[in-house]
């Protein structure tokens, strides 16, 4: 089966300007999250999407963050303005979910986009 | 909310040689699962591992739920194993996953 699909793979930006990345998960997988990771630390979750509802954006800077799955597929994240301290890989993932099992069994992570704000 | 610590976190090893990562978490689980991340940045699922020992190759996991940890083996190390070894935990509330800051691997030849 196809991976979960990241674009770009690499982006230079300088501060204060806007970014967007995208993702395609895996066909069928209802629950997808989008993660930062900062170099040296392990990844931090910033939004989860169910379908296409937010379950939980708790650790999003939303003053300048915003996410979005329009139709429970594809899903955007956007960074406006960016500053330095955004630096990091923004990893998308996705999973099925299976009532009960907890921890988002079948977890698949994308290659990462890797933003650089200069 | 639940910590997730991993130990240890720099491991440089000879190829050849074996090695046992750890992890420890606060509260307990019904899942944990160990990545591995490659140099080129990839987050690949090892195991899936709520409880008791599965093998894969020369990777091998123990999760002791009631103890809160588990451990990770590779036997015969490779260059190919170096990468930033993660382990995860579910929170309580849902599916989401949370990572310890992950043992950075590197095999020389």
């Known amino acids: 089966e196809a991976g979960v699909a990241q674009s770009p793979r690499y982006k230079i930006i300088e501060k204060r300007q806007s970014v967007a990345f995208w993702c395609n998960p895996i066909?069928?997988?209802?629950?997808l999250y989008w993660y930062q990771q900062i170099l040296g630390q392990g990844p931090k979750l910033l939004i989860q999407f169910q379908n296409n509802g937010v379950v939980d954006d708790s650790q999003l800077p939303k003053d300048r963050f915003s996410a979005e799955r329009l139709k429970g597929v594809d899903s955007t994240l956007k960074i406006q303005p960016a500053k330095l301290e955004d630096s990091a890989v923004y990893l998308c993932?996705?999973?099925?979910?299976?009532?009960?099992?907890?921890?988002?069994?079948?977890?698949?992570f994308g290659s990462g986009t890797r933003l650089t704000v200069v | 909310g639940i910590q997730v610590e991993q130990s240890p976190p720099d491991l440089i090893l000879q190829e050849g040689a074996n090695s046992t990562l750890r992890c420890n978490f606060s509260d307990s689980v019904n899942n944990l699962q160990w990545f591995h991340q490659n140099p080129w940045g990839q987050l690949i699922n090892l195991f899936y591992i709520p409880s008791g020992t599965k093998q894969n190759g020369r990777l091998s996991a123990t999760t002791v739920a009631t103890e809160r940890y588990s451990l990770l083996y590779i036997s015969s190390s490779q260059t190919t194993d170096s990468g930033v070894y993660f382990c995860?935990?579910?929170?309580?509330?849902?599916?989401?996953?949370?990572f310890g800051k992950g043992t950075r691997l590197h095999i020389l030849p």
């Open positions: 995860a935990v579910p929170t309580n509330r849902d599916d989401k996953i949370i």
């Open positions: 066909s069928g997988h209802a629950t």
């Open positions: 993932a996705s999973s099925l979910v299976y009532p009960g099992t907890g921890g988002g069994y079948g977890y698949t």
